[in-house]
């Protein structure tokens, strides 16, 4: 039996406000229509196309005519019904403009008060994008408007904590960034915007000194082992390359993490461009030559400068065949 609009927006108003009172991140998914109308257990959501269509109509006409019909914007912006509109607004449409515009001068109007709450109301904020940006939705993985928002409000959080927070603290929060970010490039491959947003927030944390790179490493390490997981994705591997740049006086680290690369290729037989892109750009910004010229088995003269020169990654898969040949024909030569 299918939910009319105005039911499908009470029961999914409903679930979002019980995940606003316990601070939860839901996982929410568009089922087929032969699952039913709308699924709830826990956190997980459930929900049909056409029922989200209805509560997206329903919750539309109740954001705009409450704009209207609402005398002052103190009632505006404490309004629960126009609170659950916005978020039902952004899971049908993730760049609605409009709703998340609406939202941050809601947060703006909290950030001005004296609330002593203003903190967890931020985090309840995150925990929602959160929701969209980690769940298997369409295109919610992907909006630039969605990790627009998310770093605003992380601006905001990191403006009222202590601006001398621990390297413990600023690790935590770029790893649990971290997280999102692989989870959605998982959901969504080659997802440019994710991996921009994180590095927008590693710069922004960035800070000079063994700690702030002791960090970045931590962060390398995690991001090149999702790489190897997910070999094809240049985004990931971008932001490898991105990373691996930022730790310049650190050449020993850089060395490893490309020998790992080339290792791990050399290993399983992997002739894809990314990675081997990758290796290409890590090798000219580096110069660690010599962390490849031993797998590869080849002679110095074959990494200088001259012979690189205008090449591409091409030339390091070319090593790369050069060098499965001449291990098979080793093999062969023992049997």
Known sequence: ???SPEKAYQELSQIFATRHEH???????????????????????????????????????????KQSSISTEEELYEDEDVLRASEILILLAPEHVTACNWRKRRLIR????????????????????????????????????????????????LSIRDPGET???????????????????ELHPRNYYAFSYMRQLHTLLSKTGPEAEDITIALLERTVSWCQANTRDISGWMFALYLLDGIPD???VQ??????????????????ESLWTFVDLAIRKTGVVDAVRGLLKTSPGEHNGTTLSGKSW??????AETYWAAAGDH?????
């Open 1 to 3: 039996m299918s939910l």
């Open 23 to 65: 601070n939860q991140t839901l996982e929410i998914e568009i089922l087929p229509p032969s699952f039913g109308t709308l699924l709830h257990d826990g956190c997980s959501v459930g929900i049909t196309k056409k029922v989200l269509v209805g509560a997206f109509v329903a919750a539309r006409r109740m954001f705009f005519e």
């Open 110 to 157: 909290i950030l001005q008060s004296t609330s002593d709450d203003v903190l967890e109301i931020l985090d309840k904020e995150l925990t929602l994008t959160a929701s969209y940006l980690c769940s298997p939705l369409h295109r919610h993985t992907k909006s630039p408007t969605l990790w627009q928002h998310r770093l605003w409000v992380l601006r905001r959080i």
């Open 167 to 185: 390297p413990e603290a600023i690790q935590s929060l770029l790893q649990s960034e971290l997280s999102i970010v692989l989870r959605s490039g």
């Open 250 to 252: 650190r050449r020993d």
């Open 255 to 272: 060395a490893r993490v490309v020998n790992t690369v080339v290792r791990f290729a050399l290993d399983i037989g992997w002739t894809g």
């Open 314 to 319: 091409k030339t390091w898969l070319g090593m």
């Open 331 to 335: 093999q062969e030569s023992q049997t």
